[in-house]
């Protein structure tokens, strides 16, 4: 439990988490959460559903959803929707 997390007074919903809270989770409490990451590009705001249980089935998968969004690949790989390079970052889906 993080720090914050202790000083907050009563019960709070999904939408009023703070994105920070999410990052650290595990890939397999973000499922079990239904959390769900979204790939979105800056230039043409394409925004495309990331399927976390596919991590699952890689030799070596993300322990956490802060590895998942600071993967390199998202950037270094072109937009499928305006074929922009270093324009696609990975968020919470709000």
Known sequence: ???????????????????????????????????????????????????????LRVAEPPKSLFQVRANGIWQAEACTGCSQRSSRYVALKN
């Open 1 to 55: 439990m993080l720090p914050q997390q202790r000083l907050h007074a009563g019960n709070i919903d999904r939408r009023e988490i703070p994105a920070e809270w999410i990052w650290p989770f595990l890939l397999s409490e973000a499922i079990e959460d239904e959390i769900t990451l979204e790939l979105r590009c800056v230039r043409c705001k394409l925004a495309l559903p990331l399927d976390l249980s596919r991590f």
